[in-house]
């Protein structure tokens, strides 16, 4: 029998400041960006110095089935690929995924109060 894990309770950590990232956001750009570094704050969580990633591997992918890419290069690894397999983990960037992209597709409709609220600021 493998081991199971669960990564519930860091996910409980950055949920509250991820949302208020993501309520916050006036973009499409935004959500992406915000979504990126709280799955890369939650990597840290997790794996705690066992592997170099980057900015580039992750992604969240609008019309994607998951909405969200991880670079194979750590998901092949050996720190990451036991953890992914055996662990809630891929849920857990599920759920965060599919709250960005609720946000998302909602700034997605209504550009044109994106493109005032840029404009507002700039002046």
Not at 28 to 37: G, L, R
Request: no cysteine; glycine share 2%; net charge positive.
């Amino acid at each position: 029998m493998t081991m199971q894990f669960s990564f519930t309770k860091q996910e409980h950590e950055i949920l509250p400041e991820f949302r208020q990232k993501i309520n916050i956001s006036e973009s499409t750009a935004d959500v992406k960006k915000f979504f990126v570094y709280t799955v890369t704050s939650l990597f840290d969580k997790v794996f705690a110095g066992e592997i170099d990633f980057g900015y580039e591997d992750i992604a969240l992918m609008p019309g994607s089935d998951p909405p969200y890419r991880v670079a194979s290069r750590l998901l092949d690894s050996t720190a990451v690929s036991p953890v992914w397999k055996n662990s809630d983990l891929p849920q857990v960037i599920e759920r965060l995924a599919k709250t960005a992209m609720n946000r998302y597709n909602h700034l997605e409709k209504k550009p044109e109060k994106t493109d005032a609220k840029i404009r507002r600021k700039q002046a």
